[in-house]
């Protein structure tokens, strides 16, 4: 028996070893070892409490989130995503450094799977800090386009003031603290529940995964309100100082939008806004803000509010014309009344106009005439009147005196 158990010994281990051989090869032609990296795989801290406290709190400086690259069978390594790692740093371990190592353990699979590379990263590293609190207001801010015809309105957020908790050296970074709505499309009253964000001086979204906020949840509500079209009328008042005239007003636009809730918006048709000139000797260029004027809770349309008036003002300059009795002309004569002057030429009419219409101010461009409306026979004083222009008055001006009669047949 034993002579036939050694009988051609050589050929029977040389068998096994081929045979072995065989099985690693159709083994590795079918399921072959390969590689895959896992990047950016959060990091978790085990025995925080060890570091937090009620009066101390920590920053990670480094090693947040750690990449690294596994090698196993292809049948192995298809079923791999980044949940079938641990990936741990345990402060019980904390060196005097205040860092700690990363381990990566294979949740499964353990005695197949290797790790052939750890990664730049390897440790944790923290800063130990004082723990900081500090109270914000919360902005409400939006992001996209509301539909065609429409405004955003008044927004809330309940609460409006959050207490936010953390390393002294992040809660000293935050600039602000928002909710960001997104409103695209909106036509009707926006509510949301959302979480506060902590931005920077620079406006960058501040990490808090070190942050506790009093409240992680806040109520948002902004209205939407119909757009109207509306014209804008601006108009002087009061007088400029004495010897000068007000001889233009411009302005622009000449019409605005503008929101607000429906009742509100139904019941306004124009927006008129006086200007007080009273005392101005200068011309004046001027910048108006529309939104006093008005109501509260109408708004207006667009980032600028303001119109823009320019006010012609011009010193008053006199001028004695001569004029003879055929240069006035008379208006709503009756055509039975016959017209006798008394009054002997010349007469000297006494004119006072803006600088910029003196000159043009003449015998021939006056234009005098006396008005006989509501007159019957009789003997009468008279006014001289123009109507050359609205800024041109006459002033100190001889009366006329004048015998209307009756005309015979």
Known sequence: MKEKLTRNIGVKILSVILAALLWL??????????????PDVPVTILNENLINTAKQSYDIIEGDKVSFKVAARRSIIESLDKSDFEV???FANLSNVN????????????????IVDRGDVRTLKISIEELSSKEFKVSVVDTGKVGDGYYLGPRSADPNIVRVDGPK????KIKQVIVEVNVEGATSRINRILKPIALDEEGEEIDAARLSF???????GIELYEIKEIPLSITAIGQPSEGYIMTNIEYQPKTIEIAADNSKLASINKLEVPYDITGASDNIEEFIELQNW????VYIVGSDTTASVNITIEKLETKQISIWPNDIKFRNKPDDIQVTYITKGPIFVNVFAPSS???GVNRSTLKPYIDLLGYSAGTYYFDIETDMSEHISLYDTQKIFLTLSKSSD
């Open 294 to 297: 008005l109501d509260s809770g």
């Open 169 to 172: 050296s992040r809660v000293d």
């Open 88 to 90: 741990t740093a345990d």
């Open 214 to 220: 009093s409240h992680p949840n806040i109520v948002v």
């Open 25 to 38: 090869v159709i083994t590795n032609v079918n399921d072959p070892v390969q590689s895959k990296v896992f």
């Open 99 to 114: 860092a700690v190592e990363i381990m990566i353990t294979p949740k499964r699979f353990k005695d197949e799977i290797e």
């Open 357 to 359: 219409e003196i000159d």
